[in-house]
């Protein structure tokens, strides 16, 4: 886990810009809800493009259906991976507070 130790800067100047930076913090720090929403969006637009299979494949355009199927399996697999690296995470942060 990298920790910034630095002040971080809360305005940014760009030529006669100034840009402020918010303090916010990330809303999704292990990615695992990204990959849920993400993997349900693919295995939607699979489900709705199934019934017009024939017309996607008249005009060329089946591959749609195949790119969802297939971002729906990588997400899976994505989901999976995220899982075990936050469990992994968890159980370091639970070793080192019991140090």
Not at 74 to 81: A, H, K, N, P, S
């Amino acid at each position: 886990m990298v920790e910034l130790r630095d002040e971080q800067p809360d305005k940014h100047e760009i030529g006669n810009r100034t840009f402020i930076v918010a303090p916010v913090e990330p809303l999704d720090l292990d990615g695992v809800r990204t990959l849920e929403v993400g993997t349900l969006a693919f295995l939607v637009g699979f489900i709705a493009l199934l019934p017009f299979y024939d017309r996607l494949s008249e005009h060329g355009r089946s591959w749609w259906l195949w790119t969802c199927l297939a971002g729906f399996s990588l997400g899976l697999f994505g989901i999976e991976y995220c899982r075990r690296r936050r469990a992994a995470r968890t159980a370091r942060d639970a070793e080192a507070a019991a140090d």
